[in-house]
């Protein structure tokens, strides 16, 4: 999975709902309702488009599986299982956002599932810091995309060639290897996470001038993403991470 991680030392929302805070990624999870299907492939073309609320459930279903796919040998079954119990909160939590004004890109396959998602927000300030203005909050996409270039699209639509920030979960070798493809470098700062989280660590990775241009499959029809588009965001939520996926969310 791709992913952002979860959020530094303070409680994470599973991936920090752009547009309302800081999640509890990379890694992410329409009108589509259905659940992911962990370590299914792609089967066609995926379509990027911005989430609406109806698109909410799903959009977790694949967060959560994402989440399996990638963490299961660094978190304890519980932790899952307290994940999949908050849902309906989580859902409440994450249209609100949106009805705040929250950015939410997600890819959908020809069937209409969600594969990946991705969210941009202002950085906060205790990344001031950095020096940069935008955050890569939310990476996510299934396994059965990867190699595809879903991830790199994902952020595009997100997020664009700008400078930004992303904190990746330290034992995270394909997320390191996909953001540094992008530009992204390690600024040395290391943080401790809490709660769910506790015993992992995320590092932070700046890209700090326009993106490098990165061969990847091109668009595929249907693909509605604009590029240099932005999330607004508030406060972070607990276990809200993007992960390679990337970002936290």
């Given at each position: 999975m791709l992913s952002s991680g979860p959020v530094r030392g303070r409680p994470s929302a599973c991936g920090k709902m752009v547009g309302m805070s800081s999640a509890p990624d990379c890694t992410?999870?329409?009108?589509?309702?259905?659940?992911a299907t962990t370590g299914s492939a792609m089967?066609?073309?995926?379509?990027?488009?911005?989430?609406?609320?109806?698109?909410?459930?799903a959009t977790l279903a694949m967060k959560l599986?994402?989440?399996?796919?990638?963490?299961?040998?660094?978190?304890?079954a519980a932790?899952?299982?307290r994940a999949e119990a908050a849902r309906e909160q989580e859902i409440d939590?994450?249209?609100r956002g949106?009805?705040?004004?929250?950015?939410?890109?997600?890819?959908?396959?020809?069937?209409?599932?969600?594969?990946?998602?991705?969210g941009v927000g202002t950085a906060r300030e205790d990344d001031a810091d950095a020096r940069v203005g935008r955050e890569l909050q939310m990476l996510y996409v299934l396994a059965g995309a990867h190699g595809t270039g879903l991830g790199g699209r994902l952020m595009d639509a997100a997020l664009g060639a700008h400078p930004a920030l992303v904190w990746v979960l330290e034992r995270n070798p394909?997320?390191?290897?996909?953001?540094?493809?992008?530009?992204?470098?390690?600024?040395?700062?290391?943080?401790?996470?809490?709660d769910d989280w506790a015993g992992l660590r995320e590092v932070r990775l700046v890209r700090r001038i326009a993106a490098p241009a990165v061969r990847r499959a091109p668009a595929q029809p249907g693909d509605t993403a604009q590029p240099g588009s932005t999330a607004q965001t508030g406060e972070a939520q607990p276990g809200d991470t993007a992960q390679p996926g990337s970002g936290r969310g």
């Open positions: 992410v999870r329409s009108a589509t309702t259905g659940s089967t066609g073309p995926a379509t990027i488009r911005r989430a609406t609320a109806d698109d909410i459930p599986a994402a989440w399996r796919e990638t963490y299961a040998d660094q978190r304890p932790f899952f299982a939590w994450w249209r949106l009805e705040a004004g929250a950015e939410l890109w997600i890819a959908l396959d020809d069937a209409g599932r969600v594969l990946g998602c991705a394909r997320a390191h290897a996909f953001f540094r493809k992008h530009g992204f470098v390690p600024d040395g700062r290391i943080e401790a996470l809490a």
